[in-house]
């Protein structure tokens, strides 16, 4: 399967969903962050260097994915016990999801923060993970 950004990010959005608990996940970001607990993925950067094309017709492309699971704060020490309940279920169904690597050719490290956050001047507490990927894009 080619590299498809837009589907992997909504394989990532899947795989949050699937886990009991977590209440919306949507495949764009959005403005208001309802209902909790809420995950949001997208692209954070990405690289092409068609000075290592291979054999003139592949650039190998390299970027990384951010996924980000957002807890309401109202009780700290609540929400941060909540927040952390997630991450093994998290991580147990990204390593199992044989479909993610198929749209991203190869996820090659999957970073975690644990920290407070906020998104559109909201205040969360949640985790962050990236993914570091690596595929081909081939010319047109």
Known sequence: ??????????????DWL??????????EPIEKL?????AITFERFGE???????????????GTIWSELHIQRVHLPLS?????SYRTAFLRKIQD?????????????VRWTFMPMEWNAIPTVGYRFEFDYITEIQPS
Do not use: C
């Open 97 to 109: 999801d044989e479909n993610l690597n198929s749209f991203m050719m190869l996820v090659r490290r």
């Open 34 to 38: 309802d209902p909790f607990p809420i």
């Open 18 to 27: 699937s886990i009991t608990g977590i209440r919306a996940a949507p495949d």
């Open 48 to 62: 092409m260097n068609n000075e290592m094309m291979y054999s003139g017709s592949f650039a190998p492309t390299t």
């Open 80 to 84: 941060v016990r909540e927040a952390m």
């Open 1 to 14: 399967m080619a590299f498809d950004i837009t589907q992997a990010i909504s394989r990532i959005q899947d």
